[in-house]
Each structure stands twice: as structure tokens, then as C-alpha cells.
């Protein structure tokens, strides 16, 4: 009986099974409680099947977030920012901008962004041009996504020390999301 349920999911599920294949073979025994590799699927079984099937899962979601500070919330001029980048294409980098609500250009900061596995970043950003100017005035933070040819002018930017902001994004940029924040 094991064994039918076992080919019928691997025909079904080619995905499924063969990530449970590869459990139940690294465990001692399956989650069915029979021994390691008595599912009646082989590795081989389960990988050919898995080739050979398309798959109908929808596209991976690119998500981006900003979890501090909160939309609306107080900064400081050295702030340190958190949040949740996933799905970003291949060849895509995401960054973190800054941009004064009164237009004066944009600020990329320091970067690209280095999530860790499961997506979630830390970075250190700077709001306005010191600790004691630009108090009370607000600004517009954004991840933006940008390609490898973006990223490169985001990267020069940063480099050297500027005293006005970039006129606009590069092309090859897009917003994936925005807050507004207060300095403090």
C-alpha cells in the first residue's frame, strides 16, 4: 500500500515527492514510519519524473518591505534601517534611497542590500546632510531594484562625496516600495 501511495505522489507531485525522497533518505526512517528508502521511489525514479514534469507553480513573488522605521515615523540622521527583500530576478540588486520631501534628488545609500537567506536586511542609512541640520524636515525612503548597469551609477554615487543628489533614479531602476519618515 505504501509503495502505490508513494508512485501515485511521485506522478502527481514530482516535487513533493522527491523532496520527501530526500528526507526520508537522510532521516533514519520516513515520516510514514517505514525505513529509510522503502517509499518504492529511487532517487532515480523521483529525479527523471521530476525532470520530465512541468511544473505549475506560479513564479516566485518579489517582496519587498521596510520594517523600521514605520511609515510616518521618527528618524535620526544615523539610522539604521530593517527589512525584507525576496524574488529579485537574476541580475538585479536591491538598494536603499533616500529622497527629501522638498526635491533636492535622490540619496542612494550604501550598497547593494545583502539579505540574509530567508531575505531579511539590515543597513545603515543617513538622513540629511549632517546630525544637526535638516531636523524636523521629512523624507521619502525606497527600495528600489535596479540592474547591474543601474547599480553601477547607484555604486559611484555613493563613492564619492556629494553635495546634491542624484537628479533622478538611473534607468534600470524601479521602486519596489516607499515610506515617509520625520527626522528627528
Given amino acids: 500500500m505504501r509503495n502505490k501511495t508513494s508512485r501515485a505522489l511521485a506522478t502527481a507531485h514530482p516535487a513533493l515527492a522527491a523532496a520527501a525522497l530526500a528526507v526520508c533518505l537522510l532521516a533514519s526512517s520516513c515520516a510514514d514510519g517505514s525505513p529509510s528508502g522503502s517509499t518504492g521511489i529511487t532517487p532515480t525514479m523521483a529525479t527523471q519524473h521530476a525532470a520530465t514534469t512541468t511544473s505549475t507553480r506560479p513564479a516566485i513573488t518579489m517582496t519587498a518591505k521596510i520594517s523600521t522605521p514605520r511609515q510616518g515615523g521618527l528618524?535620526?540622521?544615523?539610522?539604521?534601517?530593517?527589512?525584507?527583500?525576496?524574488?529579485?530576478?537574476?541580475?538585479?540588486?536591491?538598494?536603499?534611497?533616500?529622497?527629501?520631501?522638498?526635491?533636492?534628488?535622490?540619496?542612494?545609500?550604501?550598497?547593494?542590500?545583502?539579505?540574509?537567506?530567508?531575505?531579511?536586511?539590515?543597513?545603515?542609512?543617513?538622513?540629511?546632510?549632517?546630525?544637526?541640520?535638516?531636523?524636523?524636515?521629512?523624507?521619502?525612503?525606497?527600495?528600489?531594484?535596479?540592474?547591474?548597469?543601474?547599480?553601477?551609477?547607484?555604486k559611484q554615487f555613493?563613492?564619492?562625496?556629494?553635495?546634491?543628489?542624484?537628479?533622478?533614479?538611473?534607468?534600470?531602476?524601479?521602486?519596489?516600495?516607499?515610506?515617509?519618515?520625520t527626522r528627528s
Fill in 75 to 154: 528618524v535620526s540622521w544615523a539610522q539604521v534601517i530593517t527589512g525584507l527583500v525576496t524574488g529579485l530576478p537574476a541580475g538585479m540588486s536591491a538598494w536603499l534611497v533616500i529622497q527629501p520631501a522638498q526635491p533636492t534628488g535622490y540619496w542612494p545609500q550604501p550598497g547593494p542590500l545583502h539579505p540574509d537567506l530567508n531575505g531579511w536586511f539590515v543597513a545603515p542609512t543617513t538622513f540629511g546632510l549632517n546630525a544637526t541640520t535638516d531636523r524636523g524636515e521629512q523624507f521619502i525612503l525606497m527600495i528600489v531594484e535596479a540592474t547591474t548597469a543601474a547599480s553601477q551609477q547607484l
Fill in 158 to 181: 555613493t563613492i564619492v562625496t556629494q553635495s546634491t543628489g542624484m537628479p533622478g533614479l538611473p534607468d534600470g531602476t524601479q521602486v519596489l516600495t516607499q515610506i515617509s519618515v
